[in-house]
């Protein structure tokens, strides 16, 4: 089996089990050495496959039951109205996830036989929304704080407050609050070990840590 062929049999395979397989098992299974499995889950987490790995009992390696949804159909019509509304939220900044929203649109798009996908860029074209846009961001700001919310991963950010006083920090990020004209990050601050808001745009560089810190108590 080539390699494109066993990481994708290795994704599905990991998606349909309930309970963890270990490394020796997949091996087995795949007719490969150990050391390959390895390689191969390596690869599917820079895919960015919530791969995870648990001990004890019913544990080994896993995938998140949450990663993808059931097949969904939809109409052109629905198609067309969440891809403008996604692309619409992109271009005014309404959302700092546009990695995501942007996969996600791809997705609705590849989805829709031809003849469909013909009835919603001609609906999209009747379709026009006019807002006002929020302060810019880093791409890879939003990139590294998108992953921290939904992964639940401290990050290391260096912000620049109002007044040009650039600082350093290390939060979690507990929630967001979209503005027109602005985001908010509401953080749990792991250094100085308090809550503050911070402004998206403010974020000159933010870095995902590699490790887990401990929350708060």
Not at 92 to 97: G, T
Not at 101 to 126: F, M, N, P, W, Y
Request: hydrophobic share 40%; glycine share 6%; charged share 30%.
């Amino acid at each position: 089996m080539r390699r494109q062929a066993r990481l994708f049999a290795l994704a599905e395979h990991l998606r349909a089990r309930r309970t963890g397989v270990t490394a020796s098992e997949l091996a087995e299974r795949f007719g490969v050495a150990v050391r390959t499995v390895y390689r191969d889950l390596d690869a599917l987490r820079e895919a960015e496959l919530p791969v995870s790995a648990e001990r004890g009992r019913g544990g080994g390696y896993a995938l998140d039951r949450t990663y993808s949804l059931p097949p969904v159909n939809f109409t052109a019509r629905e198609a067309a109205l969440l891809s403008v509304l996604g692309h619409w939220a992109i271009d005014a900044r309404l959302v700092p996830f546009t990695r995501t929203l942007g996969s996600a649109i791809d997705k609705v798009h590849g989805a829709l036989a031809a003849s469909a996908q013909r009835e919603l860029l001609t609906l999209a074209r009747e379709l026009t929304f006019v807002g006002v846009p929020a302060h810019p961001a880093a791409p890879g700001v939003r990139e590294a704080v998108e992953d921290a919310w939904f992964e639940r991963r401290p990050v290391r950010l260096q912000y620049r407050a109002a007044d040009g006083t650039a600082s350093e920090r290390t939060v979690r990020v507990r929630g967001l609050t979209m503005e027109r004209t602005l985001t908010l990050l509401h953080c749990e601050d792991l250094d100085r070990r308090d809550r503050r808001s911070l402004r998206l745009d403010r974020i000159v560089h933010a870095t995902l840590e590699a490790g887990t810190r401990p929350a708060r108590t």
